[in-house]
């Protein structure tokens, strides 16, 4: 583990805002975005751990997650230059509600340009289907929290492949760490083990993209 993940832990435990802003905002100079995310990610993570043992309390896990969702957005700058020749990417929390890894996944990639529709948190497969229609979404990434969310995906999967199958999906979230083989198991095309990873899925299934009214 890194300093700069010690340390943020080490505040996050304190919920001590002005700590973990300042440890944020350095490494986003000294390491740029893509860093900012990997340090938080890491984290956050320790921190689901320390309270799945029971060494973390349930308001110092929550108020963790909600400090860095505020801070997030300062942090990160927002861009409104899109570049449409990207494909369009969708993010969705699918069936939970814990939804501060597919933040800091969505503002990674806004700041990559990326075009981004953001489904919601909570969602279910009706809901994602509707919005790959309608806002012609190419790359799906999909995040989950608990394990039956996880195996619910593939239901999700077959539906796509049925109903959209020019969209890839990309999917993400304590389950997919835990288990190499679950990516196969649900059908999808890629999982990410953390919000590093995303930039090269991104890229290598960006390369498989027929761009409208052109060929490979």
Avoid at 79 to 103: E, Q, W
Avoid at 150 to 176: H, N, W, Y
Wanted: glycine share 12%; aromatic share 4%.
């Amino acid at each position: 583990m890194t300093d700069s993940v010690q340390e943020l832990f080490g505040m996050l435990l304190s919920v001590d805002r002005g700590g973990i802003e300042q440890i944020l905002k350095r490494t986003m100079t000294e390491r740029g975005i893509e860093e900012v995310g990997e340090t938080l990610m890491k984290a956050m993570t320790k921190l689901g751990e320390g309270w799945e043992d029971g060494n973390v309390s349930l308001a110092q896990m929550y108020m963790g997650g909600v400090i860095c969702e505020e801070l997030l957005s300062s942090i990160i700058p927002e861009t409104d230059r899109i570049d449409n020749t990207l494909p369009v990417v969708g993010s969705a929390v699918f069936l939970d509600h814990h939804g501060l890894g597919m933040k800091i996944v969505s503002a990674l990639v806004r700041t990559h340009r990326y075009p981004l529709v953001d489904i919601g948190i909570g969602v279910n497969t009706d809901k994602i289907i509707t919005e790959i229609h309608n806002k012609k979404i190419q790359i799906l990434l999909v995040s989950v929290l608990m394990y039956p969310s996880a195996l619910a995906i593939k239901e999700l999967s077959k539906r796509i492949a049925t109903e959209c199958p020019d969209v890839f999906i990309a999917a993400g979230g304590a389950p997919f760490r835990l288990d190499s083989e679950l990516c196969k198991k649900v059908g999808v095309h890629r999982s990410a083990g953390n919000a590093g990873e995303i930039f090269g899925i991104l890229k290598d299934l960006g390369k498989n993209i027929v761009p409208e009214g052109g060929v490979l």
